[in-house]
């Protein structure tokens, strides 16, 4: 049984990591008793490496999953990745270009196995780094959006959906990104508000000569696609345009007048342009009125041959020669500086364009109702509360969903156009001839579904869905999720939805949203700002449980999480505290050949008599420990990980280290002590070890496994199996509480009074304890502990304190120390040397404020300071006299 006398995390952690890996302990068993608690991982993407927001999300659910599983529960924490379609592509894609090829060079199939390629050589380094990291995750059953059975089970909603009319095929606007040349979801698009301008055109009415009607765009260059203008039909001002057409400058086409809510009377002129092919509200427009949509811009994001003169050019030059050719003809009639907000694609940063296309879309209102009713009635519940507002606010007012990407990683959407006769024939298995025509010639659609699509059904589908397996039975629906708000519509209401339509029943039964890890200015990290903190480097320099610990003391729900290097210190040193406490008692085991011991019935055990007596010290700190427990397992079950960290810091470091173990000190140096109360001290100690092991499970396992290194047969081999310390009511002592806190009371008296009458610390001192109630007799029962701890030696009146120079009152204490005289002289030295000091400084600060000359050349601020330092100075010396 030895232990180092440093604490070096490195040199255990990653055995341990290895080893509860290899163990299969974290293996979920559906057989197994207890109550099931399951939960599924936010699926990093497989691009990825771990950061400090994984770190935290994983920290969190590891905490709440080896504490369930110390409950007894029946847990599963299912990991995996996700395919992240866009994010991926663009990686390999990146890594084609150094070699100087492009995918189109490879054609698809060969560019797909380039991926795979990629992601066997790189997508292993999330697992490695989460194993690393100690996540208690079951890897037996990892899963990767594109396994066969989860591709199986993106086949299946899509066709059930499709049957049920919930997928179609339409028309519609989307955000095209002309860089990575796909279609992007809404959520897809990053919005900034930018610099622009307001074009302001006018189109001069036909048959009315003279007359001219203003719009204003921040795009003009698509005025070139207009088909017609709208004006409000209350509009009093244009009631006499009502049928009119304009002429449209530039193009010289004739475009109508409609009549539409899209032009506001209180907006503007109260007359809008309208581009069917590149705006959104203008394509609603359009077919409210059938207009037709006249394409300008192309998937390059370069003008069409319908824009006539521009064709060709790119959108932004084009902008520039229709601003100059409106002004040549004088149909510009101002321009304003106008901020508004550009969308971006949130992978490349290129502006979007909102093209018309043909796409694939989820009807998502039926879907959206039942998603909503679960959370209005509970069976749903987001952690912390106001996130549910957030939820409905989007859920009420919900699109439909674009779900075909124009890329080549990801599923492929499982739809066969027949050439002959352009049958859309979508199905399970690959159709060998159209049912319609009987042609053999079909090809499958080219695009594939969004990456959130197959993200939406991680739930069941990682659970063998659409198979009826023991899996799924028994883990859905899970528990619980822990994530982050960025995803909460991306992800968090797609798997509502899509749980709801396929299992009937929702996907889990509470959210907990994490909040953001910001540094120490509270900024957000990021690459750019060189202000990241990368989780395994600050694991190689503190060890993986100080960043848990620091990440949990500032986890408070909801608000934002400042990580600085200054608490991952102090986490350290923490762990370093329990080191040196077991350090210590391993040594004295050692000297006393005390033999290792555990209670058989952890939850039966109170502290044992010792020579006739239970000692206080055990009583005490078994009543602590029960308190200490009640509070973290409650602070766990609500996700105030903050509280539990900062209940279990407390317990530790200044009840078990500070005075639990300095008191058992104290008997060890008293011969009295030497043998006997190990079996207190041991399962004390076990117990504390316990509670922190969610929160610290390296430290905690190591510990445990070097004080029992020989346990019989079908003993636990890992701490984290062993049960979770619970209240119990019979261990709770108040008299035992009461009688340590007044000998804490009275240590830390003796303590400040010594500091702030700053004497020697190491000279034994000697005084009087005044008090007037029964804690006294109490108090004189640990003289000689007091006299240790403090180095204090007492004299015990039942009697008020006189008045005297060092004293010091609590509600039941008076303390008087007595000053030595070598130390009053000394005191009597410093604080003449200090007078003189203080009345030097006061007469300089006095000349130079009557210094004429001076105050007339100095700046306020200066004479200001001068002021302020006399009157502290002034302060300082009333104060010394
Ligand atoms: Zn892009
Ligand atoms: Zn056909």
Known sequence: MQIDKVYEPQRFEPHWAQSWIDSGIYRANPAAPGRVFSLVIPPPNVTGSLHIGHMLEHTEIDVTIRWRRMLGHNTLWLPGTDHAGIATQMVVERKLAEEGIT???????????????????????????????????????????????LSRAVREVFVRLYEKGLVYRGEYMVNWCPRCHTALSDLEVAHTDVAGHLWHIRYPVNGMPGRFVTVATTRPETMLGDTAIAINAKDARYFELHAKTVQLPIMDREISIILDDLADPEFGTGVVKVTPAHDLNDFEAGRRHNLPKIKVIDENARMTDAAGPYAGLDRFEARKAVVAELEKIGALVKVEDYKLSLGTCQRCKTPVEPLVSTQWFVKMKPLAEKAIEVVENGRIEFIPANWTKTYYEWMYNIRDWCISRQLWWGHRIPAWHCQECHEIVVARETPSSCPRCGSEELVQDTDVLDTWFSSGL????????????????????????????????????????????????????????????????????????????????????????AIRMAMLQCAAPGTDIILTEARMESSRAFANKIWNAARFLFMNMERCGAEPWVPERLEEFLPEAEGGDVPIEDRWIFSRLNDCAQQVNRAIETYRYHEAAQLLWQFIWHEFCDWYVELKKLRFEDNSGLTAGWRN??????????????????????????????????????????????????????AAEREIGILQEVVTMARTLRTESKLDPKQQLTGTLYCRTAALEVAQRHAEAIRKLANVKLEFKAEAAPKAPAIRSTAEFDLVLEVPKSQEEAKARREAKEREQLEKNIANSKRQLSDEVFLSKAPQKVVDSIRAKLADYEAQLAKLS
């Open 681 to 734: 001290i041991l399962a004390a100690f076990e117990n504390t070890l316990r509670l922190l092991h969610p929160a610290m499970p390296f430290i905690t396992e190591e510990l445990w496994q070097r004080f029992l290194p020989s346990r019989g047969e079908g003993a636990l081999r890992s701490i984290s199996l062993a049960t979770y310390p619970q209240y119990r009511r019979e261990a709770t002592d108040f």
């Open 103 to 149: 995918r189109r060079d490879l054609g698809r199939e060969e560019f797909e196995k380039r991926v795979w390629q990629w992601k066997e050589q790189y997508g292993d380094n999330i697992k490695r780094q989460m194993i690393r990291l100690g996540a208690s995750c079951d890897w037996s059953r990892e899963r990767f959006t594109l396994d066969p059975g």
């Open 458 to 545: 991680w739930p069941f589908s990682t659970l063998g869905w659409p198979d009826q397996t023991t899996d799924l039975a028994t883990y859905y629906p899970t528990s619980l999720l822990i994530t982050g708000f960025d995803i909460l519509f991306f992800w968090v209401a797609r798997m509502i939805m899509m749980g709801l339509e396929f299992m009937g029943e929702v996907p889990f039964h509470q959210v907990y949203i994490h909040a953001l890890v910001r540094d120490a200015e509270g900024q957000k990290m990021s690459k750019t700002k060189g202000n990241v903190i990368d989780p395994l480097v600050v694991t190689e320099k503190y060890g993986t449980d």
